[in-house]
């Protein structure tokens, strides 16, 4: 966002696209571009910028913050995934809130008695609602594992800025899934030079449409094993599959 913003302001220019919004100032009305953003796809919401691209800046921009964050817990249910960065442009603050694109799932019912929350996110457990439904549903392999879900979800977002959500009621739970594209969010550091090994895979195979596990040896540095576990977290993630077998076994990318 700080390179939209400097870009903006060398060109002379600072307007508004379908994806940011510009805020002089905190006003309700920015919680419906909030939802909208949430519902249809990422944005940014610029705070300290006027709708004619004027940069006027924040005068107490912690204060902002907290105001912000209060509407949007307070007001929007499910809680959006969101993020607040603070920039510093010709010595005058402005505030992006970045909202992304989420899918949310709803389980009606609360936790199971005697379920706690760390049980819930950090445990393998299982407790069927339905016990003949999901035997039925575990034998037609609509279900992998029992008790494996919550901990799959999270690893599948492990290289990830944003992270799902649980948010937790007596009358259901909610899993809150943020949409993301593999390769663009991934969790590098500011100048980019860290990549992560899942990612130099999956560039790997985006490019080679095949590999094998030598080549991913090759690439990372990794020894057999290491490299046999990070194939089969790709795959649980439903990133790529395994084709043929014994020493024809190779990797191919799932398309979206």
Same mark, same amino acid.
């Given at each position: ?10 060109? &002379? =220019?600072?307007?508004?696209?379908? *994806? ?34 004027? #940069?006027? &800046? ?13 509407? @949007?817990?307070?007001? $929007? ?10 920039? @510093? ?25 005697? /379920? ?42 492990? =290289? ?9 009621? =007596? ?11 593999? &390769?663009?969010? #991934?969790?590098?550091? $500011? ?9 130099? /895979? ?8 095949? $590999? ?7 690439? *990372?540095?990794?020894?057999? *094993? ?10 649980d993630s439903g990133f790529i599959?395994?084709?043929?077998? &014994?020493?024809? *076994? ?7």
């Amino acid at each position: 966002m700080e390179l939209i913003v400097k870009r903006g302001l060398i060109m &002379g =220019e600072l307007k508004e696209k379908k *994806t940011i919004e510009f805020k002089q100032e905190f006003t309700p009305s920015f919680l419906k571009t909030v939802s909208a953003f949430a519902n249809y796809g990422d944005g940014e919401i610029i705070f300290g910028i006027s709708d004619d691209g004027e #940069l006027v &800046g924040i005068k107490n921009i912690d204060q902002l913050k907290l105001a912000i964050e209060n509407a @949007i817990n307070d007001t $929007i249910e499910p809680r959006p995934i969101y993020t607040l960065k603070e920039t @510093i442009m010709d010595n005058k603050e402005v505030l992006t809130l970045n909202v992304y694109e989420q899918l949310i799932i709803h389980s009606q019912g609360g936790l199971p008695d005697g /379920v706690t929350k760390d049980d819930y996110l950090n445990k393998n457990i299982s407790i069927p609602r339905n016990s003949i439904l999901a035997d039925v549903f575990h034998r037609l392999k609509l279900i992998e594992r029992f008790g494996t879900g919550v901990r799959r979800i999270r690893q599948a977002y492990s =290289e990830f800025k944003e992270k799902p959500l649980f948010d937790f009621s =007596e009358q259901s739970i909610s899993v809150i899934l943020p949409c993301v594209k593999y &390769g663009d969010t #991934l969790n590098l550091d $500011i100048e980019g030079a860290h990549i992560s090994d899942d990612e130099k /895979v999956m560039k790997l195979i985006r490019s080679e449409k095949l $590999i094998t596990r030598k080549a991913v040896q090759e690439i *990372t540095g990794l020894g057999e *094993t290491q490299s046999k576990a990070l194939l089969n977290r790709l795959i649980d993630s439903g990133f790529i599959r395994r084709v043929g077998k &014994g020493r024809m *076994t190779a990797y191919e990318r799932i398309e979206a």
